[in-house]
Nanobody, 127 residues
Framework: QVQLVESGGGLVQAGDSLRLSCAVSGRTYSSYSMGWFRRAPGKEREFVAGVTAIRSDMYVADYSDSVKGRFTISRNNANTAVYLQMNSLKPEDTAVYYC?????????????????WGQGTQVTVSS
């Protein structure tokens, strides 16, 4: 079983930066795919960023078009944390942000109930 706990959310102004953290515990492996998702009020959950092992020593990162160039996903070598650095925040980035982990290779699609999910952290960006 894998447990994910997000932190780092808050209220910021447009143009500010935030760094979200996801503490990972339980049985995880470097091969696990890790991702960040968000759900804005009245909208469906959407993919934000993900990092996937394409071989034992190489990872690939994916981003949604809406955050590409502004957000950066990273993971530590011990596979105990995943981060989302968010720069140049916009009001439309306001959402609850969720961390996810998958035993299966995942890019921007394929994530679902068989994967592990955190409880989320609120990010609010004021204009």
């Amino acid at each position: 079983q894998v447990q994910l706990v997000e932190s780092g959310g808050g209220l910021v102004q447009a143009g500010d930066s935030l760094r979200l953290s996801c503490a990972v515990s339980g049985r995880t492996y470097s091969s696990y795919s890790m991702g960040w998702f968000r759900r804005a009020p009245g909208k469906e959950r959407e993919f934000v960023a993900g990092v996937t092992a394409i071989r034992s020593d190489m990872y690939v990162a994916d981003y949604s078009d809406s955050v590409k160039g502004r957000f950066t996903i990273s993971r530590n070598n011990a596979n105990t944390a995943v981060y989302l650095q968010m720069n140049s925040l916009k009001p439309e980035d306001t959402a609850v942000y969720y961390c996810a982990a998958s035993r299966s290779p995942r890019r921007s699609t394929g994530w679902g109930p068989d994967d592990y999910w955190g409880q989320g952290t609120q990010v609010t960006v004021s204009s």
